[in-house]
């Protein structure tokens, strides 16, 4: 069986604006424990679902995250087949279950996902979010996707590519890079500056970057991606990948993000050079 919440709305389009906001009020009613064959059927029907398999309180929120089973890889990139994904698969060690196209996939701009799912769920939020780096940097795959609380959409039948009922065991996984969680937790270990415990402790600047990133001049916003880099950097709770999963979770809660004038790689590059020199400057 697997654990998710899935949305009761079926879509044959991406859902869009006020359509997203209703499932993801919607989505954390519906808790269900579903045969495989149940979750392929319900993802042919443009049905929504989380990677995570419960969250506390039934709130979608990273922090509640209480454990994951299916873990993903959003492809949208490099234009790939299905013989290039399906190459991918082979030459990883923790087998694919569903591949799918996107909703937006044709035939000159293919955009995948691919779900894999534990025989078990993964509690361990270290590990659990382990896992999803590793599938993230196997198939180069969109950053966003280690958010545990992450919705995906689901796609229309024809884009249906690939479905084997075949799980993998966490605990038997090598090569897995365990790193602090993000968590509340670990900031109230340790003595942080008074504007982060304003921000309630979480020190990831999400609500004033995301109120201004995109309210400002050109120069004002970097400036801001540059002080939120720099903020999680010397707080020393977090990995590169982290800070820039967060910085971009942030700057994409503009919905006018999408006429920004960067890619999202090119944020990726300018928030790692951000890096590379808080870490010559600290050294």
Aim: proline share 3%; charged share 25%.
């Amino acid at each position: 069986m697997i654990q998710t919440y899935i949305s009761e709305l079926g879509f044959k389009v991406k859902p869009t604006g006020s359509q997203i906001g209703i499932i993801s009020n919607e989505i954390c009613q519906n808790n269900q424990k579903i045969t495989f064959k149940e979750f392929v059927e319900k993802i042919s029907q443009g049905r929504t679902f989380t990677l995570a398999a419960e969250f506390k309180n039934h709130v979608r929120e990273k922090y509640n995250c209480l454990g994951l089973q299916i873990f993903a890889a959003d492809i949208d990139s490099n234009n790939l087949s299905l013989n290039d994904i399906q190459s991918s698969c082979q030459d990883f060690d923790i087998p694919v279950a569903v591949i799918y196209e996107s909703f937006r996939s044709q035939s000159h701009d293919k955009k995948w996902r691919l779900l894999f799912l534990s025989k078990t769920i993964v509690t361990d939020s270290m590990v659990a979010l382990a896992i999803l780096r590793k599938i993230k940097n196997h198939f180069n795959s969109d950053a966003a996707i280690i958010d545990p609380a992450r919705m995906i959409f689901g796609t229309t039948p024809d884009k249906i590519r690939y479905a084997s009922e075949i799980y993998f065991d966490a605990m038997t996984l090598s090569g897995l890079e365990i790193k602090p969680p993000i968590a509340i937790s670990n900031f109230m270990s340790k003595k942080l500056p008074k504007k982060t415990r304003k921000l309630g402790a979480k020190a990831l600047m999400h609500l004033q970057l995301a109120k201004n990133c995109l309210n400002n001049s050109q120069q004002s916003r970097y400036m801001c991606i540059f002080d939120a880099v720099l903020f999680l950097y010397n707080s020393e709770l977090f990995c590169k990948e982290d800070i820039i999963n967060e910085v971009l979770t942030a700057i994409a809660a503009k919905p006018r993000y999408a006429n920004y004038d960067r890619s999202e790689q090119q944020l990726v590059n300018i928030i790692e050079n951000i890096i590379k020199w808080a870490e010559v400057k600290n050294n």
